[in-house]
Protein backbone atom coordinates (compact mmCIF):
# COMPACT_ATOMS: atom_id res chain seq x y z
CA UNK A 1 0.00 0.00 0.00
CA UNK A 2 1.22 3.38 -0.95
CA UNK A 3 1.41 5.73 2.09
CA UNK A 4 -0.10 9.57 1.78
CA UNK A 5 -0.30 12.94 3.29
CA UNK A 6 -3.40 13.39 1.65
CA UNK A 7 -5.27 14.53 4.89
CA UNK A 8 -2.51 17.12 5.95
CA UNK A 9 -2.81 18.51 2.09
CA UNK A 10 -6.80 18.44 2.41
CA UNK A 11 -6.72 20.09 5.87
CA UNK A 12 -4.67 22.92 5.03
CA UNK A 13 -6.39 23.96 2.00
CA UNK A 14 -9.50 23.84 4.20
CA UNK A 15 -11.54 20.77 2.24
CA UNK A 16 -13.83 18.55 4.08
CA UNK A 17 -13.99 15.21 2.52
CA UNK A 18 -16.70 15.88 1.20
CA UNK A 19 -15.66 18.56 -0.61
CA UNK A 20 -12.47 17.37 -2.30
CA UNK A 21 -14.67 14.18 -3.27
CA UNK A 22 -16.74 16.16 -4.79
CA UNK A 23 -14.19 18.38 -6.52
CA UNK A 24 -12.84 14.69 -7.80
CA UNK A 25 -15.84 12.95 -8.55
CA UNK A 26 -16.22 10.29 -6.25
CA UNK A 27 -17.41 9.21 -2.48
CA UNK A 28 -16.72 10.74 0.82
CA UNK A 29 -15.68 7.32 2.14
CA UNK A 30 -13.97 6.46 -1.23
CA UNK A 31 -11.60 10.17 0.16
CA UNK A 32 -11.72 8.30 3.88
CA UNK A 33 -10.27 5.16 2.64
CA UNK A 34 -7.53 6.67 0.83
CA UNK A 35 -6.70 8.85 3.48
CA UNK A 36 -6.64 6.09 6.17
CA UNK A 37 -4.48 4.03 3.94
CA UNK A 38 -6.99 1.08 4.09
CA UNK A 39 -7.32 1.51 -0.85
CA UNK A 40 -4.71 3.30 -2.49
CA UNK A 41 -6.17 5.60 -5.28
CA UNK A 42 -6.62 5.18 -9.42
CA UNK A 43 -4.09 6.94 -11.19
CA UNK A 44 -6.44 8.60 -12.37
CA UNK A 45 -7.68 9.57 -9.48
CA UNK A 46 -4.14 10.06 -7.73
CA UNK A 47 -3.93 12.78 -10.82
CA UNK A 48 -7.46 14.14 -9.95
CA UNK A 49 -6.90 14.77 -6.28
CA UNK A 50 -3.36 16.10 -7.30
CA UNK A 51 -4.91 18.51 -9.89
CA UNK A 52 -7.40 19.81 -7.21
CA UNK A 53 -4.42 20.30 -4.23
CA UNK A 54 -2.25 22.12 -7.04
CA UNK A 55 0.79 19.78 -5.99
CA UNK A 56 2.25 16.71 -7.25
CA UNK A 57 1.18 12.86 -7.10
CA UNK A 58 4.92 12.45 -5.47
CA UNK A 59 3.50 15.24 -2.85
CA UNK A 60 0.44 13.95 -1.90
CA UNK A 61 1.43 9.74 -2.63
CA UNK A 62 4.81 7.55 -1.93
CA UNK A 63 5.98 4.34 -0.72
CA UNK A 64 7.43 3.32 2.53
CA UNK A 65 10.78 2.15 2.67
CA UNK A 66 10.85 -0.29 5.59
CA UNK A 67 10.28 1.83 9.13
CA UNK A 68 9.78 6.01 8.67
CA UNK A 69 9.86 7.68 5.70
CA UNK A 70 12.95 10.19 5.31
CA UNK A 71 12.09 13.44 3.18
CA UNK A 72 15.02 15.01 1.51
CA UNK A 73 15.61 18.46 0.75
CA UNK A 74 17.50 18.89 -2.44
CA UNK A 75 18.83 22.29 -1.79
CA UNK A 76 19.90 21.44 1.59
CA UNK A 77 20.67 18.12 0.58
CA UNK A 78 20.00 16.46 4.16
CA UNK A 79 17.33 14.32 5.15
CA UNK A 80 14.31 14.95 7.73
CA UNK A 81 11.68 13.33 9.53
CA UNK A 82 8.97 15.46 8.59
CA UNK A 83 8.27 16.99 4.95
CA UNK A 84 9.52 20.11 6.28
CA UNK A 85 13.53 21.06 5.89
CA UNK A 86 14.92 21.76 9.30
CA UNK A 87 17.57 24.29 8.08
CA UNK A 88 15.61 26.49 5.11
CA UNK A 89 12.30 26.09 5.90
CA UNK A 90 11.01 24.74 2.47
CA UNK A 91 7.76 22.66 3.08
CA UNK A 92 6.93 19.51 0.60
CA UNK A 93 9.62 17.95 0.55
CA UNK A 94 9.99 14.75 -1.43
CA UNK A 95 10.34 10.98 0.52
CA UNK A 96 14.32 10.39 -0.51
CA UNK A 97 15.31 8.77 -3.73
CA UNK A 98 17.88 5.86 -3.41
CA UNK A 99 20.63 8.39 -5.59
CA UNK A 100 19.49 11.43 -3.86
CA UNK A 101 23.26 12.54 -2.35
CA UNK A 102 22.48 13.13 1.48
CA UNK A 103 25.05 15.31 4.06
CA UNK A 104 26.59 12.84 5.85
CA UNK A 105 29.19 13.90 7.79
CA UNK A 106 31.73 17.01 8.34
CA UNK A 107 35.23 16.29 9.27
CA UNK A 108 38.84 17.80 9.43
CA UNK A 109 41.50 17.51 6.69
CA UNK A 110 43.03 14.17 8.99
CA UNK A 111 39.83 12.52 9.82
CA UNK A 112 38.29 13.49 6.06
CA UNK A 113 41.48 11.43 4.63
CA UNK A 114 40.37 8.28 6.98
CA UNK A 115 36.70 7.84 6.06
CA UNK A 116 37.66 8.48 2.50
CA UNK A 117 39.79 5.46 2.17
CA UNK A 118 37.25 3.21 3.83
CA UNK A 119 34.61 4.77 2.00
CA UNK A 120 37.03 4.21 -1.27
CA UNK A 121 37.52 0.49 0.51
CA UNK A 122 33.78 -0.43 0.47
CA UNK A 123 33.16 1.03 -3.31
CA UNK A 124 30.75 3.64 -2.11
CA UNK A 125 30.52 6.49 -4.00
CA UNK A 126 30.03 9.79 -2.33
CA UNK A 127 31.34 13.56 -2.93
CA UNK A 128 33.21 15.82 -0.73
CA UNK A 129 33.38 19.59 -0.43
CA UNK A 130 35.89 21.56 1.48
CA UNK A 131 34.42 24.46 3.19
CA UNK A 132 37.26 27.12 3.14
CA UNK A 133 37.95 26.94 -0.37
CA UNK A 134 41.24 26.38 -1.95
CA UNK A 135 42.80 29.85 -2.15
CA UNK A 136 42.18 30.26 1.54
CA UNK A 137 43.96 26.86 2.17
CA UNK A 138 46.75 27.35 -0.04
CA UNK A 139 47.39 30.29 2.07
CA UNK A 140 46.46 28.88 5.30
CA UNK A 141 47.50 25.54 4.94
CA UNK A 142 45.75 21.88 4.49
CA UNK A 143 45.29 21.60 8.56
CA UNK A 144 42.57 23.94 8.84
CA UNK A 145 40.50 22.38 6.30
CA UNK A 146 36.82 21.00 6.94
CA UNK A 147 35.33 18.50 4.62
CA UNK A 148 31.15 17.89 4.17
CA UNK A 149 30.70 14.34 2.98
CA UNK A 150 27.52 13.51 1.24
CA UNK A 151 26.55 10.04 -0.07
CA UNK A 152 23.53 8.39 -1.69
CA UNK A 153 20.75 7.89 0.13
CA UNK A 154 21.11 4.11 -0.49
CA UNK A 155 24.51 3.84 1.36
CA UNK A 156 23.18 6.45 4.20
CA UNK A 157 22.71 3.59 6.58
CA UNK A 158 26.00 1.88 5.99
CA UNK A 159 27.62 4.70 5.57
CA UNK A 160 26.11 6.49 9.04
CA UNK A 161 27.16 3.35 10.93
CA UNK A 162 30.85 3.22 9.25
CA UNK A 163 31.16 7.16 10.26
CA UNK A 164 30.29 5.62 14.52
CA UNK A 165 32.67 2.84 13.73
CA UNK A 166 35.38 4.83 13.07
CA UNK A 167 35.48 8.00 14.85
CA UNK A 168 33.23 7.10 18.08
CA UNK A 169 35.17 8.24 21.43
CA UNK A 170 35.74 4.54 22.51
CA UNK A 171 37.41 3.50 19.42
Same mark, same amino acid.
Not at 6 to 26: H, K, P
Not at 116 to 130: F, M, R
Given at each position: ??????? *?? @?ESLG &??????? %??? !?? $? @?? +??????? !??? %???VSL????????? =? $??? %??FFMETGGNTAYYCPHCRVLNAVPVCEICGKTRLPPAKVNDAVF? +? /?? %???ASG?? /? $???? /?KKIPYEKDGLLGRGFTLRAGTK? /? @?? @?????? !?? &??? =?? *????TLFSAEA
Amino acid at each position: MAQNRLA *EI @RESLG &YSQAQLA %DLV !GV $S @RQ +TISSVER !GNA %DPSVSLALKIAAVCN =C $SVH %DIFFMETGGNTAYYCPHCRVLNAVPVCEICGKTRLPPAKVNDAVFL +T /EL %DFFASGIL /E $SALN /EKKIPYEKDGLLGRGFTLRAGTKL /E @RF @RFFVPF !GA &YKV =CK *ELVETLFSAEA
